[in-house]
């Protein structure tokens, strides 16, 4: 299914050169904000938040307001026609007329895809569900452009709910694509980054390690990216309560670190960096925080200048199958046309990855 816009679902949709031109944008905002103020004027971003932000949705609203745009939206559905059971299709479909650009987060995975299957301007991935998160991957990408001179040759520890963790998905499926990174995953066997994510850094040729000790590992690291556990993806509390507080990095775990590692994290932060660590020159967190709002002035400008169809579903349709995963967009927004890419038994479903078997 072609749709007429350019969106922003997956950014292994784009090749890296793409990547590459929106960071190179950033770093030139970052750099002299004042030559962009009227790059957006008379534009309209539509921000559709159905699940709480504070960086992601103020930070793109920051952007366009600085890009000299103007910002409607919702951040609690409970105040939107969703709470009278309005449908992802008709409020996209809604919204994208009164809007030039939608920025769209939901706590189902694949559901930027469908958004932009309905869409009548461009749509950007700002997190499905526990799948992808794009851009702040780009915002990772400009950080460690800005800070550690380069997007290769790093090792690159990710620690905490690797399972779980969009923002950790998006980031290891892009510096995949850079030449000779290396990734150390820490994390408890519960919550070890999913094997199709496993599977692409071998498909790259990228070495990597799973580990349950971060003090055992740190000196090693160019960078540690700190993730909280996402108490909200767990089905019971009880779960969420077995893995908590396992991590934390302190002053005496930053110690073993090198002098020119960094630390980073996504944030919201819980209780897994002590709060002694912000003082450490390593501490790039916050800083990170700023380049997201950089990086998305240039997503911004870059999307509503460069208007290319977009092709959103590329594989077979099983309208006979559902996909396995519980929380995939397909099993609560029934209109959906199913969709699977592979050949033979087993496929992975077009909208949140999930891999399944087609029984006959
Ligand atoms: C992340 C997210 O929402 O996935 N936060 C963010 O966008 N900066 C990380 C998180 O919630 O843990």
Redesign the pocket.
Known sequence: MVSQYQHLVDLNDYPVSWWNKIVELGEDICAHPQRYTHACVGKIMATLFY??????QM?FQAAMIRLGGSIIGFDNPATSSVSKGENLKDTTKVVSNYADILII?HPLAGSAKAAALSADCPVIN??DGGHL?P??TL?DLLTLKEEKGRLSDLNIGLCG?LMN???VHSLCKALSCYPNNTFTLISTPALKLPSYIKDILRASGCKFREVSSLESVIGDLDVLYM??I?RERFSSEEEYLAEKNTYVLDKAKLKKGRSDMIVM????R?DEISVEVDDDKRAMYFRQ?KY?MYVRMALIMTMLENQAPTKLLKGTKHPNYSCNNPKCITNSEQYLPKSFIGSGDTVECEYCDERMLLEH
Request: proline share 11%.
């Open positions: 699940e709480p932000s504070t960086r992601t930070s987060r700002a997190g998160h851009t702040q915002t709910d963790g969009r923002t993730t909280r996402q994290h996504p944030l919201p819980v925080a997201g």
